[in-house]
């Protein structure tokens, strides 16, 4: 079995499988005081004891050491995989002149989607921030864009005034009568507005491709056909796991 862990800013996703097929499990806010304990609690209601530990992580070190570190207590012998992203791989061609330096999150979506589809993709990633990769019909990555996320462009509102609330997450794209509302409309109008502007000014037309946390709010005020994929990382994760034989 492997068991495969997508550490995000905010969240740890895991899932597992013994072939093909995933088997999500709750994602964690490794912020959290209890995350540990949520943690051990979860592996220890696997089903068997994992062969290989495939790891995607662009967030903090330190929590890195603790999931590294609490594995080999469970499982000493343990195999543990952290890919980096590479020039080539998979038939996905890196567009960053150090390929290395591109996010491990945004490769293994590149690798997943390639896999799926021979066809132009745009893969936009929804989590703490917003991340949007171009994949030409060849495989050949066309670069991207970052800006934050949703929760972040809230959270900088709020650090960054004296009056503006943190706010939750809102359906909310109109004109607004309250300041909560108006902040929600906002930022859901300024990553919609950002995804539409680079899509319609591609050269080509594209499948699009949503991930991540936020992925199933903003598909829902994109005015195209899209397809969401909540464990895009994951399937790139287990894809490069299978062509290293691991």
């Known amino acids: 079995m492997k068991l495969l862990l997508d550490l995000g800013n905010t969240r740890l996703k895991s899932a597992y499988t013994d072939d093909h097929t995933l088997i999500p499990l709750t994602p964690l806010q490794h912020q959290h005081a209890d995350f ?12 068997c004891s994992p062969t290989l530990l495939a790891i995607s992580c662009v ?4 929590v890195l050491h603790q999931l590294l570190n609490l594995a080999r207590q469970y499982w000493p012998s343990i ?5 980096k992203a590479q020039a080539v791989c998979l038939g996905v061609r890196n567009a960053y ?3 290395e330096k591109l996010g491990i999150d945004r490769w293994l979506a590149l690798l997943a989607a390639r896999q799926m589809y021979q066809e132009p993709v745009a893969i936009i990633d929804c989590g703490t921030a917003i991340t ?5 019909s060849d495989g050949l990555h066309l670069g991207g864009m970052i800006c934050p996320g949703l929760t972040l462009m809230k959270r900088s509102l709020a650090v960054g005034t004296e009056q503006l609330p ?10 607004a009568n309250s300041t909560e509302t108006a902040i929600n409309s906002g930022v859901l109008n300024a990553a919609a507005g950002l995804i539409e502007r680079v899509i319609h000014s591609h050269t080509s037309p594209c499948k ?3 991930s991540g946390g936020d992925a199933e709010l903003l598909a829902a005020e994109i005015n195209l056909p899209s397809i969401i994929y ?17």
């Open 97 to 99: 002149h150090e390929p």
């Open 132 to 136: 949007l990769d171009f994949l030409a």
């Open 208 to 210: 699009l491709i949503f």
């Open 166 to 175: 943190q706010v939750a997450h809102q359906q909310f794209t109109s004109l």
């Open 79 to 83: 195999n543990i995989f952290i890919p």
């Open 36 to 47: 540990l304990v949520a943690l051990q609690l979860q592996w220890q209601a696997l089903p």
């Open 59 to 62: 967030g903090r070190v330190s």
């Open 230 to 246: 909540p464990e895009l990382v994951m399937l790139g994760l287990l894809a490069l796991s299978q062509q290293n034989d691991l």
